[in-house]
């Protein structure tokens, strides 16, 4: 694509990477196709090809967002199948993030919308503040319907997605350091992050027990939120603090005693911390820290992988769907990892149709577009019902939640289910639902 910056807007590094994805792109529009927003809508300007037109334009001009450039980009999933799709490597996720950025800087929203922003941005981030206001959640879903009849469906969809109760902290919250039973073979950092601990601390239990079964050394040294959620919202600020954050308490474990890897449970911010190399590429204090922690990044599927499991439980018989987030799959071209690990200890992994379609959860997505999120949502849960599953596993906490909200069918993270058969106990989701406990008896007679 032809593009005319001029050169004093391609001396900013972040213009000037624009416009080399800008350039990359053929306009054969390919990515169309697969683009949930586009399947929905068939609106040109919600495709990928419409929007990398709109951001262009804006970009070029050096024009303020306008509410209509608005409307298309926030309705961009950041789901990245466009990146999947495209014949020409054009880095999408790159010029969307840019694209967000300038928005928020020349933009002006909506009181309510404004309002909304502030407050996700204050609280998600922080475990004890989302803590306390799920447990205010709990108490206003009565209203959520109230909540949508006036027009405030954002916060409806808050409510909507509120669990009716919040597990209990996991046991070792707090704690930095968990030993290896046996001789040590590896050590790693874990991240846990803002939302899991809170939402699901049973998949940092479940990825600790699971390491330190096996001879890996974890240690819990993260400083708190990664700095997605923020990100996806144009906070670019606030996005970087968080990502220095990460790094000087990374670095300090890499420096001290070495890290192996970095964990990540979340796919969202595991793609998020693989591109802080780039975003800090131009922070002499901090490039090269942030391109080690990338380079050290790693979905804890991907770090299993090379691990030699020992499988104790005899589980052979267990369907589960296996739904591929996103930021798995598109973002970390992670695929087949997953799979082949459940497959490996005697699940049966069917994959579910259409899978390379977002389930609408997307970080803050199904709170600020509640209706095309609940749109994908039940697409998706068509698509893993024909199944008939007896769990559905997947990588990220945001799909998790996305996706129970749909379902009766229980949702677990992989690694809870790899956790299970390799001798930790049956996930939550599935005790007293009659899935763990019938393939119990097995279990007993395997061990
Ligand atoms: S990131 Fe997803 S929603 Fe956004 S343009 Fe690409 S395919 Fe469409
Ligand atoms: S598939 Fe790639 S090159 Fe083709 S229109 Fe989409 S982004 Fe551009």
């Not at 990477?17 to 683009?35: I, S």
């Not at 109760?165 to 704690?175: D, K, N, S």
């Not at 369907?319 to 799959?329: E, G």
Request: proline letters at 5%; glycine letters at 8%.
């Amino acid at each position: 694509m032809q593009t005319s910056f001029s050169l004093a807007q391609l001396a900013d590094p972040n213009t000037a990477e624009a416009e080399r994805v800008l350039r990359a792109c053929v306009h054969c529009g390919f990515c169309t196709a697969t683009c949930p927003t586009y399947v929905l809508l068939g609106d040109e300007l919600d495709s990928p090809r419409g929007r990398i037109y709109l951001i262009k334009d804006m970009l070029e001009h050096d024009r303020p967002a306008t509410a209509d450039v608005v409307k298309h980009i926030d309705r961009c999933l950041s789901c990245l199948a466009c990146m999947t799709t495209c014949p020409s490597g054009v880095h999408y996720m790159h010029l969307v993030d840019h694209a967000r950025a300038h928005i928020e800087r020349t933009y002006t929203r909506p009181l309510v919308d404004r309002l909304l922003r502030a407050l996700l941005a204050r609280v998600l981030p922080h475990n004890a503040r989302f803590r306390r206001a799920l447990a205010a959640a709990r108490l206003a879903r009565p209203f959520a319907a109230a909540f949508s009849a006036v027009g405030l469906e954002p916060v409806a969809a808050m409510l909507r997605l509120a669990p009716a109760r919040l597990p209990q902290p996991f046991a070792g919250e707090g704690r930095r350091l968990f030993s290896p039973a046996g001789p040590r073979r590896g050590r790693v950092a874990l991240l846990t992050g803002c939302v899991g601990p809170v939402l699901a601390p049973s998949i940092t239990a479940a990825a600790i027990r699971l390491l330190t079964r096996h001879g890996i050394e974890v240690v819990v040294a993260d400083a708190g939120c990664c700095g997605s959620l923020v990100h996806h919202m144009g906070r670019e600020h606030e996005a970087l603090s968080a990502a220095r954050r990460q790094i000087d308490a990374w670095s300090a474990e890499i420096e001290g005693e070495g890290l192996d890897a970095i964990l990540v449970t979340a796919s969202g911010c595991g793609t998020t911390i693989k591109d802080y190399g780039f975003v800090l590429r131009s922070d002499r204090a901090y490039a090269e820290k942030a391109a080690r922690v990338s380079r050290l990044a790693m979905d804890v599927s991907e770090y299993l992988g090379a691990l030699e499991l020992s499988p104790v439980r005899g589980l052979t018989g267990l369907v589960v769907a296996y739904h591929s987030a996103c930021s798995l799959q598109h973002g970390q071209k992670i695929t087949r990892v997953p799979k082949e690990l459940l497959c490996k200890i005697g699940f049966v992994v069917k994959d579910v149709a259409e899978g390379h379609l977002c389930c609408g959860s997307a970080g803050t997505y199904n709170i600020l577009q509640p209706e095309l999120a609940r749109r994908l949502r039940e697409r998706k849960v068509a698509n893993i019902q024909k199944l008939a599953p007896d769990v559905i596993a997947a990588g990220n906490i945001g799909c998790m939640t996305q996706i129970a909200a749909g379902t009766v069918i229980p949702v677990v993270h992989t690694v809870e289910l790899i956790d299970w058969a390799t001798g930790g106990p049956a996930p939550g989701a599935l005790t007293g639902r009659g899935v763990a406990d019938a393939v119990g008896e097995t279990a007993a007679v395997a061990m």
